[in-house]
């Protein structure tokens, strides 16, 4: 071969290469700066829509998982209690069931609901609802409170319901699940994450940051902007620099933000005047020895 070729070839290979190389990075960026808030929005709309029956929100605590799901469904018209059902705090077997058989056709929101992956009924009651079909049947083959629904039409089981009080033994589900959790992916079951859309949420110290900075818009509305930006500042600063009882999060902002808006004094701190509010947002945070 001739070495006017292989220079050619070589030149031609080493292109490819680089055009190759440059388009991984392009994706790559454009991975990093996707907003996962955003994500949440447009998938939230996509399940409360019904085009996917289900999402599940993993990840940090108190950046506003939930706030950001209920201003979206909010925005596009649905009312609680009307449109969604919106669930929090401990859930047993037998109340998953019945919030599952209550709200069958509607979008169900379940919050900080983690008390459910403690027992293996309730896991597979969620991994039932959360599945890809159209239409999921929920069973609950135990003895109890409930009456034998085979064969029953979707009206003869709501007028047993509604004559007896009593849950039928087994129903289709036809409505929509967005559940919120603050445990990070790895402590989800796969079957569980693997039946409908997935978003995990974790954000370095710049992105917790600048996402308090976007929420804080919204929180405290007589506040000013300033003194909201005040305290989010020091908030960095505090759980940043020392060994403090909680993160900067909603939580701790909101208080931050209460505290400095309330204390526009100074005090006599070895012979240095110290804003108070800046004294109290310290003691608040930093753990004690």
Not at 146 to 152: K, L
Not at 204 to 225: A, L, T, Y
Not at 247 to 255: E, F, G, L, S, V
Request: charged fraction near 30%; glycine fraction near 4%.
């Amino acid at each position: 071969m001739h070495l006017e070729t292989i220079e050619r070839l070589t030149a031609e290979i080493a292109g490819k290469e680089r055009a190759e190389i440059e388009s991984q990075k392009r994706c790559s960026q454009t991975d990093l700066n996707l907003d996962i808030f955003k994500s949440i929005e447009l998938i939230t709309i996509q399940v409360a829509t019904g085009k996917s029956n289900s999402l599940i929100i993993s990840g940090d605590a108190g950046v506003g998982k939930t706030r950001t799901v209920r201003d979206t469904i909010e925005s596009i018209g649905m009312v609680e209690d009307n449109h969604y059902y919106f669930a929090s705090g401990t859930a047993t077997t037998a109340g998953l069931y019945e919030v599952l058989f209550k709200h069958r056709d509607k979008l169900i929101i379940f919050d900080d609901c983690d008390a459910v992956f403690n027992n293996e009924d309730s896991v597979n009651l969620l991994k039932a609802a959360l599945d890809t079909y159209k239409i999921r049947k929920i069973s609950k083959l135990t003895k109890g409170n409930t009456f034998d629904s085979t064969q029953m039409t979707e009206e003869d089981i709501s007028m047993e319901f509604e004559r007896t009080g009593k849950l039928p033994n087994r129903f289709e589900f036809t409505g929509q699940i967005i559940f919120i959790s603050n445990l990070p992916e790895s402590k989800f079951d796969k079957a569980v994450l693997s039946r409908g859309l997935h978003l995990d949420v974790h954000l370095n110290r710049q992105e917790q940051f600048e996402r308090m900075r976007e929420i804080m818009k919204k929180i405290c509305p007589d506040v000013d902007e300033a003194q909201k930006e005040e305290a989010l500042h020091y908030l960095m600063e505090v759980t940043t620099n020392y060994p403090t009882k909680f993160d900067m999060n909603i939580r701790t902002h909101i208080h931050s933000i209460n505290i400095r808006a309330n204390n526009d004094t100074t005090i006599d701190i070895g012979g240095k005047e110290e804003p108070v509010w800046k004294l109290l947002v310290k003691k608040y945070l930093i753990k004690s020895r």
